[in-house]
């Protein structure tokens, strides 16, 4: 037996079987979708008035303050901070590096089944496609078997067929809808985080050196004046 009669053999079996995989992909997004929008709901926080409350915070500089107030928001933007607020006994660049590191690691967590629906979102409407094709094999072989009514025959799996491809087009779409939705959210989200981390390393760079420091810097200071003063 050759491999064109093999996939003969296999076209025949018609474009039952790849409905039922749209089906399943189509239950699957679906769930993704439920538990994303789930999710992005619960990790929703408002961003203006958290970032107030921080800036106020550090300005006081009631560093243990702002992580208290921190602890009890929920979202993304929050956790990053906290990151970097518990840090900030160790310099401005333990405290940025920490919230990188969470930053990076909560992107992962707000992308997670993003990939799936944009997978279905671009080949559903191919397995649709080949569902049809299948089907169109099927018609055309049973137009050869048929000696009588062939027409009807061949145009009723045609049409039959073209149901995969029509199926293959309603999953697709809602896919790519909220594909694109969610990308959006992530993308504010994270723009949120980065900002919310530039107002903490703000505050933390801001902040006054200690009376060790002052000495140091006049003492820096006298001698540079006094170095050009003997020069000229």
Not at 119 to 144: D, E, H, M, Q
Not at 197 to 220: M, N, R, T
């Amino acid at each position: 037996m050759d491999l064109q009669s093999i996939f003969l053999k296999f076209a025949l079996l018609g474009a039952g079987w790849v409905l039922w995989v749209l089906v399943i992909l189509s239950v699957v997004s679906f769930g993704i979708v439920v538990e994303r929008v789930i999710t992005y709901l619960r990790l929703r926080a408002p961003f203006e008035i958290v970032s107030e409350k921080v800036r106020g915070f550090l300005r006081d500089d009631d560093v243990e303050g702002a992580i208290a107030y921190l602890d009890k928001v929920p979202g993304v933007e929050a956790g990053v901070a906290v990151a970097g607020l518990r840090e900030a006994d160790r310099g401005h660049a333990a405290a940025e590096e920490a919230m990188f590191g969470v930053r990076k690691r909560m992107r992962l967590v707000l992308e997670r089944g993003l990939a799936f629906l944009g997978t279905v979102g671009n080949n559903a409407p191919f397995i649709g496609l080949f569902g049809t094709v299948l089907g169109i094999i099927k018609a055309f072989n049973s137009l050869k078997s048929a000696e009588t009514a062939g027409f009807k025959v061949v145009m009723g799996d045609i049409s039959e067929a073209l149901v995969a491809t029509g199926v293959g087009l309603l999953v697709a779409i809602p896919a790519v809808v909220f594909f694109n939705i969610f990308n959006r959210w992530v993308r504010q989200i994270i723009t949120n985080c980065e900002a919310l981390e530039h107002i903490v390393l703000a505050q933390l760079k801001g902040e006054p050196i200690d009376e060790a420091g002052d000495e140091k810097k006049a003492g820096d200071e006298k001698k540079a004046g006094d170095e050009k003063k003997d020069k000229t």
